[in-house]
T-cell receptor, first 114, second 117 residues
Framework: AQTVTQSQPEMSVQEAETVTLSCTYDTSESNYYLFWYKQPPSRQMILVIRQEAYKQQNATENRFSVNFQKAAKSFSLKISDSQLGDTAMYFCAFMKPYGQNFVFGPGTRLSVLP | DGGITQSPKYLFRKEGQNVTLSCEQNLNHDAMYWYRQDPGQGLRLIYYSQIVNDFQKGDIAEGYSVSREKKESFPLTVTSAQKNPTAFYLC????????????????FGPGTRLTVL
């Protein structure tokens, strides 16, 4: 069974600075998909970024980028120019091909400080 | 606007009662999911359905039941057999639950907070 680990329960960053959230996973699959979701205080889950394991290029979405290290089974999220609205829980998620569901990590609570 | 709605937002239940949480989507998605969220544990899958009139147990299905009579609707019943039902419940949907395509992200509803009195 796949597992997803987020080793940082809580993090904080100053506004306009850069922060990196860690995620590691365990799988025997060679092809799969990885996601970062954001859950702000409203508790609405929002997709931040996705990565296909067969793509070597790291995904980027505006201020959000990932560092995907397939051999190390690592999928970290970098947030540049942090904004107050980035304050949220961040969940890393794994999905295998033809999979019926995601496996979520326990989450990292990020606070952006003014 | 397309999206997923969940009702009610807050729900209180007395011990021994069954309660049903509603989830409706107008995204024309085939697959729907129910997750439970507890502090420090992320999201855990309760049930999922890839097609109308079919559903499968997730990791923590005991004490819960679902139905999928319509594509748009996937209600979750929390039965009295669920010993610790107080939690935040999230419903999600995706275009196709089994295609394995990268765009097969899950879209989430706003959630229901269930509290047992």
């Amino acid at each position: 069974a796949q597992t997803v680990t987020q080793s940082q329960p809580e993090m904080s960053v100053q506004e306009a600075e850069t922060v990196t959230l860690s995620c590691t996973y365990d799988t025997s699959e060679s092809n799969y998909y990885l996601f970062w979701y954001k859950q702000p205080p409203s508790r609405q889950m929002i997709l931040v970024i996705r990565q296909e394991a067969y793509k070597q290029q790291n995904a980027t979405e505006n201020r959000f980028s990932v560092n995907f290290q397939k051999a190390a089974k690592s999928f970290s999220l970098k947030i540049s120019d942090s904004q107050l609205g980035d304050t949220a829980m961040y969940f890393c998620a794994f999905m295998k091909p033809y999979g019926q569901n995601f496996v979520f990590g326990p989450g990292t609570r990020l606070s952006v400080l003014p | 606007d397309g999206g997923i709605t969940q009702s009610p937002k807050y729900l209180f239940r007395k011990e021994g009662q069954n309660v049903t949480l509603s989830c409706e989507q107008n995204l024309n998605h085939d697959a729907m999911y129910w997750y439970r969220q507890d502090p420090g544990q992320g999201l855990r899958l309760i049930y999922y359905s890839q097609i109308v009139n079919d559903f499968q147990k997730g990791d923590i299905a005991e004490g819960y039941s679902v139905s999928r009579e319509k594509k748009e609707s996937f209600p979750l019943t929390v039965t009295s057999a669920q010993k610790n039902p107080t939690a935040f419940y999230l419903c999600a949907s995706s275009i196709d639950g089994a295609s394995g395509l990268s765009y097969n992200e899950q879209f989430f509803g706003p959630g229901t907070r269930l509290t047992v009195l």
